[in-house]
């Protein structure tokens, strides 16, 4: 990639490009160009880098150093067509201040979509943590007018300049899409003829989008009766043949998917494998597993499948990208064309896909735009003075750092503020339940996916707003469910899968982490009421020992209430049990909302009562060789403070390069 002027990248360079003309003439027979299609994805409102939670610039995330990474493309490409993969206005305090604390104006442009403007993006499909703030505000921000049922939106608001598009997700009031399904983009080409000599021409390229049907569990109370989903496939089926009719030359599918191989179903969370193999994809732009593609190293399950070419970036075949999370990363696939003499067809086998990183070869990161900050300054500002705002203190810090391995420091506070919510709530509507014992679940929301720097951290001293979106990253709302003691081992068993197999005999580093397993599906309780033990020497649901209320063993029938979120109560991570029948509390209030009230009358954590009670201990067991995790550096004084003696830093850089430390764990202490 060649070097480039800080005047070739900026955003207000972009903007002066000229306007494409789609008046030239169809490619003449034998005429070849290249096309490079880009992509962003999983933005979640990372506008700039900087850490919202932390209060401090953040140089590995941001659409404003992606900017550079696209201006780079373009000029290194004279053709390009730029499209954002969804989970783009949801995710970060300045998501959560646009959406909730100061609501735009029907006039106003959501912040993220100014600078995608201002990018000029040609695109973009919707990804499902889009329906997070409601149908009402997704109508309002991206310019759109549902019709849908309790959704008046009097008139069309601000939305982006670009076509958003979704196929699989239908009103019940009209039976129809509730965005565009599909758009033709027509670009004007710089081509060469068959002889060689430069032309332009007209390439129409046709973009589809999909999200995952899951939205309909993950956000049931805004979508029950309002909308439904079919199937990535079934979609794609009924749309694609009627854009190749409609003149598209190449059909972009946008899935905000990632890959799965088991059994199709019309509810598959990650339908991309599917997808390819529907007639007519050219290309497949995909998402929402905040995983890199292609990534010949990748060790992901869903890139070693068949059919699928991790190191080339294809799947079945078809040239596909998953552009990372947070600006990371730029997708780029640089599509051969070649005109038949009626329309451009893509030659595969030289088309050549790749993820461009932000970070250098050297560890640093391309420098931010600072064209980017100008155009979101007031909100970025006045987002910081609203995290500032105190809610209280604590005499400890709480981390995520060794929440693996058991340390309960940044998880147990929002377990009692959940419990003290549903206790008070069962005491005042619920008198049936009023016996039964309350439990809650939480997970450890940050743990390294995004990098060493990804982790809960709060400070002992004043506890602000900011700290609390630390502890509970996600705007879920507070359920709670009735389960049985059958179902709440296999909630735990469930959660246990976080752990690979462990084999007590094997003499070499076994990793104990499988990073298949996001930590926010590692739910826990953190309570003296509850124990158990989790071995990891058994294999996935058959690790739960030892359970027991209060000293006593849990029977199959003996009855619970846990406090949970809607996105798990409703479904979310396919945990046994929980689709949405059990639930007995479905609050109007967030989690976030419930942690920050009972901050405020606590007044004051402390490490006694908020942050030392473990609910589960590994299993002892003598291993044969080291069992190994990944951790940031220099933290193995937090582990003793939350009672790890079993926990010890074996190497400051595990030489992987993604900035993190290796820790041992002995299973036998």
Same mark, same amino acid.
Request: charged content about 20%; aromatic content about 8%; some cysteine.
């Given at each position: 990639?060649?070097?480039?002027?800080?005047?070739?990248?900026?955003?207000?360079?972009?903007?002066?490009?000229?306007?494409?003309?789609?008046?030239?003439?169809?490619?003449?027979?034998?005429?070849?160009?290249?096309?490079?299609?880009?992509? *962003?994805?999983?933005?979640?409102?990372?506008?700039?880098?900087?850490?919202?939670?932390?209060?401090?610039?953040? %140089? /590995?995330i941001g659409l404003d150093r992606t900017a550079r990474l696209i201006a780079q493309a373009r000029a290194e490409f004279p053709n390009t067509v730029l499209f954002d993969n969804g989970d783009t206005i949801q995710g970060n305090a300045l998501a959560d201040w646009q959406a909730l604390v100061k609501p735009l104006g029907c006039e106003q442009t959501l912040g993220i979509y100014k600078v995608m403007n201002a990018l000029k993006y040609d695109g973009a499909s919707i990804g499902n943590h889009e329906f997070n703030y409601g149908l009402a505000y997704l109508s309002q921000v991206t310019g759109n007018r549902f019709k849908v049922a309790g959704v008046a939106q009097p008139k069309r608001c601000a939305g982006p300049a670009f076509p958003q598009v979704l196929a699989n997700v239908y009103s019940v009031k009209t039976k129809q899409p509730l965005f565009a399904p599909y758009r033709i983009v027509e670009k004007k080409l710089s081509a060469q003829d068959a002889n060689g000599k430069p032309i332009t021409a007209t390439v129409k390229v046709g973009i589809i989008g999909f999200t995952p049907p899951t939205i309909m569990s993950?956000?049931?109370?805004?979508?029950?009766?309002?909308?439904?989903?079919?199937?990535?496939?079934?979609? @794609?089926?009924? #749309?694609? %043949?009627?854009?190749?009719?409609?003149?598209?030359?190449?059909?972009?599918?946008?899935?905000?998917?990632?890959?799965?191989? $088991?059994?199709?179903? %019309?509810?598959?969370?990650?339908? &991309?494998? #599917?997808?390819?193999?529907?007639?007519?994809?050219?290309?497949?732009?995909?998402?929402?597993?905040?995983?890199?593609?292609? $990534?010949?190293?990748?060790? @992901? %399950?869903?890139?070693?499948?068949? &059919?699928?070419?991790?190191?080339?970036?294809?799947?079945?075949?078809?040239?596909?990208?998953?552009?990372?999370?947070? &600006?990371?990363?730029?997708?780029?696939?640089?599509?051969?064309?070649?005109?038949?003499?009626?329309?451009?067809?893509?030659? +595969?086998?030289?088309?050549?896909?790749?993820?461009? @990183?932000?970070?250098?070869?050297? +560890?640093?990161?391309?420098? @931010?735009?600072?064209?980017?900050?100008?155009?979101?300054?007031?909100?970025?500002?006045?987002?910081?003075? #609203?995290?500032?705002?105190?809610?209280?203190? *604590?005499?400890?810090?709480?981390?995520?750092?060794?929440?693996?391995?058991?340390?309960?420091?940044?998880?147990?506070?929002?377990?009692?503020?959940?419990?003290?919510?549903? +206790?008070?709530?069962?005491?005042? $509507?619920?008198?049936?339940?009023?016996?039964?014992?309350?439990?809650?679940?939480?997970?450890?929301?940050?743990?390294?996916?995004?990098?060493?720097?990804?982790?809960?951290?709060?400070?002992?001293?004043?506890?602000?707003?900011? $700290?609390?979106?630390?502890?509970?990253?996600?705007?879920?709302?507070?359920?709670?469910?009735?389960?049985?003691?059958?179902?709440?081992?296999?909630?735990?068993?469930?959660?246990?899968?976080?752990?690979?197999?462990?084999?007590?005999?094997?003499?070499?580093?076994?990793?104990?982490?499988?990073?298949?397993?996001?930590?926010?599906?590692?739910?826990?309780? *953190?309570?003296?009421?509850?124990?158990?033990?989790?071995?990891?020497?058994?294999?996935?649901?058959?690790?739960?020992? +030892?359970?027991?209320?209060?000293?006593?063993?849990?029977?199959?029938?003996?009855?619970?209430?846990?406090?949970?979120?809607?996105?798990?109560?409703?479904?979310?991570?396919?945990?046994?049990?929980?689709?949405?029948?059990?639930?007995?509390?479905?609050?109007?209030?967030?989690?976030?909302?419930?942690?920050?009230?009972?901050?405020?009358?606590?007044?004051?954590?402390?490490?006694?009562?908020?942050? /030392?009670?473990?609910?589960?201990?590994?299993?002892?067991?003598?291993?044969?060789?080291?069992?190994?995790?990944?951790?940031?550096?220099?933290?193995?004084?937090?582990?003793?403070?939350?009672?790890?003696?079993?926990?010890?830093?074996?190497?400051?850089?595990?030489?992987?390069?993604?900035?993190?430390?290796?820790?041992?764990?002995?299973?036998?202490?």
């Amino acid at each position: 990639m060649r070097h480039l002027k800080p005047c070739q990248i900026g955003i207000a360079v972009l903007a002066t490009l000229p306007a494409l003309a789609l008046a030239a003439p169809a490619a003449p027979k034998g005429a070849s160009a290249t096309l490079a299609v880009l992509e *962003t994805t999983d933005l979640h409102s990372n506008v700039v880098g900087y850490d919202y939670f932390k209060l401090a610039a953040e %140089p /590995s995330i941001g659409l404003d150093r992606t900017a550079r990474l696209i201006a780079q493309a373009r000029a290194e490409f004279p053709n390009t067509v730029l499209f954002d993969n969804g989970d783009t206005i949801q995710g970060n305090a300045l998501a959560d201040w646009q959406a909730l604390v100061k609501p735009l104006g029907c006039e106003q442009t959501l912040g993220i979509y100014k600078v995608m403007n201002a990018l000029k993006y040609d695109g973009a499909s919707i990804g499902n943590h889009e329906f997070n703030y409601g149908l009402a505000y997704l109508s309002q921000v991206t310019g759109n007018r549902f019709k849908v049922a309790g959704v008046a939106q009097p008139k069309r608001c601000a939305g982006p300049a670009f076509p958003q598009v979704l196929a699989n997700v239908y009103s019940v009031k009209t039976k129809q899409p509730l965005f565009a399904p599909y758009r033709i983009v027509e670009k004007k080409l710089s081509a060469q003829d068959a002889n060689g000599k430069p032309i332009t021409a007209t390439v129409k390229v046709g973009i589809i989008g999909f999200t995952p049907p899951t939205i309909m569990s993950w956000d049931k109370r805004w979508l029950e009766g309002k909308v439904y989903t079919t199937g990535v496939r079934e979609a @794609a089926l009924k #749309y694609i %043949p009627e854009m190749r009719k409609k003149g598209a030359d190449i059909v972009v599918a946008i899935a905000h998917g990632g890959l799965d191989a $088991n059994p199709y179903t %019309p509810q598959m969370e990650n339908a &991309g494998w #599917y997808l390819a193999q529907v007639p007519g994809v050219d290309a497949m732009l995909l998402g929402h597993s905040h995983q890199l593609f292609p $990534n010949a190293a990748s060790t @992901a %399950p869903q890139f070693n499948l068949p &059919g699928v070419d991790k190191a080339r970036g294809l799947v079945h075949g078809v040239p596909t990208v998953m552009a990372n999370l947070w &600006g990371k990363h730029l997708g780029v696939i640089a599509l051969q064309l070649r005109a038949d003499g009626k329309r451009w067809t893509v030659e +595969k086998d030289k088309t050549v896909v790749e993820a461009r @990183a932000a970070q250098n070869a050297d +560890k640093s990161f391309v420098a @931010a735009d600072p064209a980017v900050m100008d155009l979101i300054r007031a909100e970025h500002e006045a987002t910081i003075a #609203y995290v500032k705002t105190p809610v209280g203190s *604590t005499d400890f810090r709480m981390t995520t750092y060794f929440a693996d391995v058991g340390d309960p420091s940044a998880l147990q506070v929002v377990n009692a503020a959940q419990t003290d919510y549903v +206790k008070k709530y069962i005491a005042a $509507n619920l008198p049936q339940y009023a016996k039964l014992p309350v439990l809650s679940m939480s997970a450890p929301f940050k743990s390294g996916l995004a990098g060493a720097f990804d982790f809960t951290d709060v400070p002992a001293g004043n506890l602000a707003l900011n $700290n609390a979106a630390d502890l509970y990253l996600y705007p879920n709302a507070l359920y709670a469910v009735k389960i049985d003691g059958a179902g709440l081992k296999a909630w735990l068993e469930t959660s246990a899968r976080r752990f690979n197999t462990i084999d007590p005999n094997k003499t070499g580093p076994q990793e104990l982490v499988n990073a298949s397993v996001p930590s926010y599906n590692f739910d826990t309780p *953190t309570s003296s009421e509850i124990s158990y033990e989790i071995d990891v020497t058994q294999p996935p649901g058959s690790r739960i020992r +030892k359970l027991a209320l209060r000293g006593v063993p849990v029977e199959p029938n003996q009855e619970f209430i846990v406090a949970t979120n809607n996105y798990r109560a409703s479904g979310g991570g396919n945990f046994p049990g929980l689709d949405g029948s059990k639930t007995v509390v479905a609050s109007p209030d967030t989690s976030r909302d419930v942690l920050i009230a009972y901050i405020r009358d606590v007044k004051k954590l402390s490490r006694a009562a908020h942050g /030392s009670t473990r609910s589960w201990r590994f299993a002892q067991v003598k291993s044969a060789g080291p069992v190994v995790f990944h951790s940031a550096p220099g933290m193995i004084g937090l582990a003793r403070e939350a009672g790890l003696e079993n926990v010890r830093e074996a190497k400051a850089d595990d030489g992987l390069g993604k900035g993190f430390a290796l820790y041992e764990l002995d299973l036998s202490k």
